[in-house]
């Protein structure tokens, strides 16, 4: 059984760094690409960021580029996205998604507030 479940969200000001987190179980994690999405209150489900395997091949969404990195690390199982110079409008739930699987995440609570 695949599972995928984010962690580090919470609380942060605008301007600020934060890491979430998303570890996964029941696949080869090495073998698949993964993705970051996330949702805002009232929006849709929208990408923001792609890694191959290896971690060879990465993409961003644009409102995120040149803040946002995205990392794996096959060893523990793990992929990350780092967010820096965090605004308001990045407030959203933030999911882990394996296309290969169409697995979700339950998902991570990002909130961007002074």
């Known amino acids: 059984q695949v599972q995928l479940v984010e962690s580090g969200g919470g609380l942060v000001q605008p301007g600020g760094s934060m890491r979430v987190s998303c570890a996964a179980a029941?696949?080869?994690?090495?073998?698949?690409?993964m993705r970051w999405y996330r949702q805002a209150p009232g929006k849709e489900r929208e990408w923001v960021a792609a890694i191959s395997t290896t971690g060879r091949f990465i993409s961003y969404a644009r409102p995120v580029q040149g803040r946002f990195t995205i990392s794996r690390d096959d060893v523990k199982n793990t992929m990350y996205l780092q967010m820096n110079s965090l605004k308001p409008e990045d407030t959203a739930v933030y999911y882990c998604?394996?296309?290969?699987?169409?697995?979700w995440g339950p998902g991570t609570q990002v909130t961007v507030s002074s």
């Open positions: 029941g696949l080869t994690f090495s073998r698949l690409d």
């Open positions: 998604y394996a296309p290969s699987f169409g697995s």
